[in-house]
């Protein structure tokens, strides 16, 4: 299985303030399409999880343009480039290139 | 605008039954892959099955292989998710998703295995 493995587990950001959470995947998540499957999850308190980010850099309709993703192969990024209030959850990453879907273990996103 | 509906979660016994249903509406069901996640209580999130568009193509966690059966109806957009010899270990709740990518997420349906 494919191993997701997220840093930091804890964030905790002033408002305003940029925040930065890595995903490595211990094999490459290029899929033999070429596509590259790995999304990004906001799961704020109390709710469901909710899709921001698909194929790497793809923001899904409704995610605020502050949200951003990158990355290749195994190393990937989500970056806010400015926290705000509604921001605070857990955030995971995870690959759907190879079965078994997996996730990472979560970064927790908290208001300094 | 979509929805996805689970249903049939509770209390049950280690070793017991029970079937969870997800209602889905708003997108084309029978053109989507759909899977069930679970989210055990403080932890993170666990990829449970998966079923292809017709139901022929079907994965599980290795976590559940054996013990849940997941299945759809199309005809009714419709998934479910059999699960018998229910552990303390598969406390959680549980999310239905749409697509692989997990595009869409239900409210989530709790389910407690306990004596």
């Known amino acids: 299985d494919v191993v997701m493995t997220q840093s930091p587990l804890s964030l905790p950001v002033t408002l305003g303030q940029p925040a930065s959470i890595s995903c490595r995947s211990s094999q490459s998540l290029v899929h033999s399409d070429g596509n590259t499957y790995l999304n990004w999850f906001q799961q704020r308190p109390g709710q469901s999880p909710r899709r921001l980010i698909y194929k790497v850099s793809n923001r899904d309709s409704g995610v605020p343009d502050r949200f951003s993703g990158s990355g290749s192969g195994t190393d990937f990024t989500l970056q806010i480039s400015r926290v705000e209030a509604e921001d605070v959850g857990v955030y995971y990453c995870?690959?759907?290139?190879?079965?078994?879907?997996?996730f990472g273990g979560g970064t927790k996103v908290e208001i300094k | 605008q979509v929805q996805l509906v689970e249903s049939g979660g509770g209390l049950v016994k280690p070793g017991g039954s029970l079937r969870l249903s997800c209602a889905a509406s708003g997108f084309s069901f029978s053109d989507s892959y759909m899977g069930w996640i679970r989210q055990a209580p403080g932890k993170g999130l666990e990829w449970v099955s998966h079923?292809?568009?017709?139901?022929?193509?079907?994965y599980y966690a290795d976590s559940v292989k054996g013990r849940f059966t997941i299945s759809r109806d199309n005809a009714r957009n419709s998934l479910y998710l059999q699960m018998n010899s229910l552990r303390a270990d598969d406390t959680a709740v549980y999310y239905c998703?749409?697509?692989?990518?997990?595009?869409?997420w239900g409210q989530g349906t709790p389910v407690t295995v306990s004596s």
């Open positions: 998703a749409a697509g692989r990518s997990l595009v869409y």
């Open positions: 079923i292809g568009f017709s139901g022929s193509t079907i």
């Open positions: 995870m690959q759907r290139t190879h079965w078994p879907l997996t």
